[in-house]
């Protein structure tokens, strides 16, 4: 699988959207009681260690100079993957596997809305309707009689997943995106080892194996990210990550014996459709933007 191809590509973003998943499993089999901290330290020192050796193989193979741009951003970068890590083990504590992905995958829609306000993006009349129909679907998914601290940390984790999503946007060109991995999580070390020393809960071997296991797989999302948009467009290929949802519904029934009610899934439609939509409306635009640079490129050969 070569990532060159739509079809590789899709296969691949596939493949790393089970792993994403695979990963809140094994966040959630960690237990309601796990110590939050200790768990999201030793997660930051796993993903550290596994991607060391590959951040000192690009850092001799770039100019020094390299290393040392956007710092401040990477620091930035690594407190903001402490806050929604945390927010993610609270979340995945209590909701079902199926209810906290479909309220992540709302994490587009913060991205539109503050690329808009950041970036000044265009907000069209379809995004504001995505916008819409996305809060709605929240609201179907959660249904909440009452706010739970579970409910909350899952939203803030969108949010926080969508503003880290912006923030790529700043990342220097020339870095690679495994060296700025490994530095962002190395800026993450010194405020949750903090946290973890405060939190004094004792070590628990269980924990360990849990924190390892879900850093892997979020590196391997990672690489899967890196090699799926690497030679495709990203508009054609976007739509393959929603199967994360699909593999959520079936792990979370599998492994933990949730059955999503019908409220997740009519929720999950109105969250995911609207995106959908506009994938597609970006795939036809692309075509026809490509078709007309054709044409007029065959008018002035001629």
């Not at 587009?108 to 808009?116: D, N, Q, T, V, Y």
């Not at 995911?272 to 054709?294: A, F, G, V, W």
């Amino acid at each position: 699988m070569s990532g060159r191809t739509v079809s590789s590509a899709i296969l691949i973003l596939v493949l790393g959207s089970f792993f994403a998943t695979l990963c809140d499993v094994f966040i959630k089999m960690a237990g309601v009681d796990v110590a939050i901290f200790q768990f999201t330290f030793f997660r930051a020192v796993f993903m550290c260690l596994i991607l060391f050796p590959i951040a000192v193989m690009k850092y001799l193979s770039s100019p020094k100079a390299v290393a040392t741009l956007g710092l401040k951003l990477h620091v930035i970068r690594g407190n903001l993957w402490v806050l929604g890590s945390v927010l993610l083990v609270i979340s995945l504590s209590e909701l079902s596997l199926a209810t906290a992905n479909a309220v992540f995958y709302v994490a587009p829609i913060f991205i539109m809305l503050f690329g808009a306000f950041f970036y000044k993006e265009r907000l069209s009349v379809d995004v504001v309707l995505a916008v819409i129909l996305g809060f709605i679907g929240i609201l179907v998914i959660l249904r909440p009689t009452e706010v739970t601290l579970a409910m909350i940390s899952a939203i803030l984790f969108a949010v926080v997943l969508a503003v880290n999503s912006l923030l790529i946007k700043k990342i220097p060109q020339e870095q690679s995106m495994f060296y700025g991995l490994f530095v962002t999580q190395l800026f993450a070390l010194p405020m949750v080892s903090g946290l973890a020393i405060w939190e004094g809960e004792k070590f628990e071997f269980e924990v360990l194996i849990y924190a390892a296991l879900s850093s892997v797989c979020s590196i391997l999302y990672s690489v899967s990210c890196l090699v799926g948009y690497r030679y495709v467009a990203s508009s054609k290929v976007t739509s393959a990550e929603y199967s994360g949802l699909i593999f959520a519904f079936l792990l979370g029934w599998w492994i933990f014996g949730d059955t999503p009610d019908l409220g997740v899934f009519v929720g999950s439609v109105f969250v995911i459709t609207p995106l959908l939509y506009l994938s597609h409306r970006d795939i036809r635009r692309l075509r026809k933007e490509q078709l007309l640079s054709n044409t007029r490129s065959n008018l002035g050969a001629g």
